[in-house]
């Protein structure tokens, strides 16, 4: 069942930074979330909806700054769409469960999938296991 909540309700839910990138979809910083250096195992979730999203045995150092992964959990957890903001046209990665911009994915990921699914921190929440 897909999470549907107001615009107000979504502001009281999530903290301002939460909500920029995601409801807004906006970007945090490179080298500045709290994942993007993060070994533990465990599970990725939605930081706005608990879904899960992504594994620990499935992130990897892209040297990029944020979190990456190879795949998610399930790909019926994440949605796809092409976007074309900022002069340039890249797959945007959101939660299926509550819609909320995630990242993007990148066709330049490890030989396993061939996919660097470039997450923002602030978008998870984590689960030790």
């Known amino acids: 069942m897909k999470s549907k909540l107001s615009k107000d309700e979504w ?9 920029k990138v995601l409801r807004e979809k906006g970007t945090e910083p490179a080298f ?3 994942y993007w250096n993060h070994h533990e195992k ?5 930081a706005a909806c608990g879904a899960p999203l992504f594994s620990s045995d499935k992130k990897f150092d892209s040297g990029t700054g944020w979190p990456s992964f190879d795949q ?3 790909n019926t957890n994440v949605e796809e769409r ?3 903001s900022h002069g340039m046209i890249r797959n945007e990665v959101l939660c299926s469960n509550c819609g ?6 990148f ?22 296991m």
């Open 32 to 34: 500045t979330g709290k």
């Open 107 to 128: 066709d330049d990921g490890p030989k396993t999938t061939g996919c660097r699914y470039c997450i923002n921190s602030i978008s998870l929440d984590f689960q030790q």
């Open 100 to 105: 909320s911009h995630l990242g993007h994915v």
């Open 42 to 46: 465990g599970i990725y979730k939605c």
């Open 82 to 84: 092409v976007d074309t």
């Open 72 to 74: 998610p959990i399930d």
């Open 11 to 19: 502001k009281k839910k999530l903290t301002k930074e939460q909500y």
